[in-house]
C-alpha cells in the first residue's frame, strides 16, 4: 500500500481564499442588483416614452388621446407616466395615465380624465351647462340640441387600449435592442472579465474582496450609459 500526504499548507490556503473570494463575489452582485435594476428602470423609461412619443407623432389619430389637446407627440404634454418598482423577482414596469389640464376648442373645461375614459372606451354623456343649447360639431356638419347626447366612443374605438398595447410592444419588442444593446449593457455582461482580471486579489483578499469586486462589477454595468 502506498500512502501520500499532501501538506502545501499555502495551496489549502490559496483554495480557501478562492472560495471565500467566489463566494464573495456573488454576495456582492447581489447586494448591487437594485442599483443595477434601477438604472436599468430608468433608462427603459427614457427610451420607452421616446418610443411612444416618436410613434404618436406618425399617428396623431391612434395616440392622440395620451396628450394634451393638439400637441400629440409633445413630451411636455404628455397625459401618461411609467414607473418603476424594483422587488424580489426584479422590475416591474408600470403605465399610469395621468389627468388633463388643457381645453378643447368650444369648450370651458379640460376633459380631465379624458386619457383614461378614451383609453378604455367609456360612453360619455354631454349635456348643456351654462347654455342651454348644446353646440357640437359631426364631420363638417354643425349641431344643436337641447338634449342630452350619449358619445359611445369618445376618442374613436382605433384608439381603445392603445397605449397599452404600445407598451406591452416596446417591452416585448424593442426592450432589448433599444435598451440592453443600444446601451451597451448587453455586450458588457457577455464579455466582462471582472471576476478573472481580480483572481489573484481574490487569493489572498479572499471575501472582502470578491464582495467589492461583484458590486462593482455589476453596479457599473447599470451605469455605464451614465
Known sequence: MINMTFQDMTFFKDMENIMQYSEGYL?????????FLKQIGEDTIKLMKQFIDQQAR????MYHHIYEWYQTGNPEARLYEILCEINGGGLTLNGQLTQSKSIQDGSHTPFYNKAKIM????????????ASVLAFTVGDQKV???NEVLVND???????????????????Q?????????TGIAEYLRTSN????????GKSGGKSVGIDVG???ITRAGGING
Open 119 to 130: 383609453e378604455e372606451g367609456i360612453p360619455v354623456r354631454i349635456k348643456p351647462n351654462r
Open 154 to 172: 369618445p376618442g374613436g374605438t382605433h384608439v381603445v387600449g392603445s397605449f397599452e398595447h404600445i407598451f406591452k410592444l416596446f417591452i416585448e
Open 194 to 201: 471582472a471576476y478573472k482580471n481580480n483572481l489573484q486579489s
Open 58 to 61: 406618425a399617428d396623431h389619430q
Open 215 to 217: 458590486y462593482n462589477w
Open 174 to 182: 424593442h426592450f432589448r435592442q433599444s435598451v440592453l444593446e443600444s
Open 144 to 146: 344643436f340640441t337641447k
Open 27 to 35: 454576495e456582492g452582485i447581489h447586494k448591487g442588483k437594485n442599483n
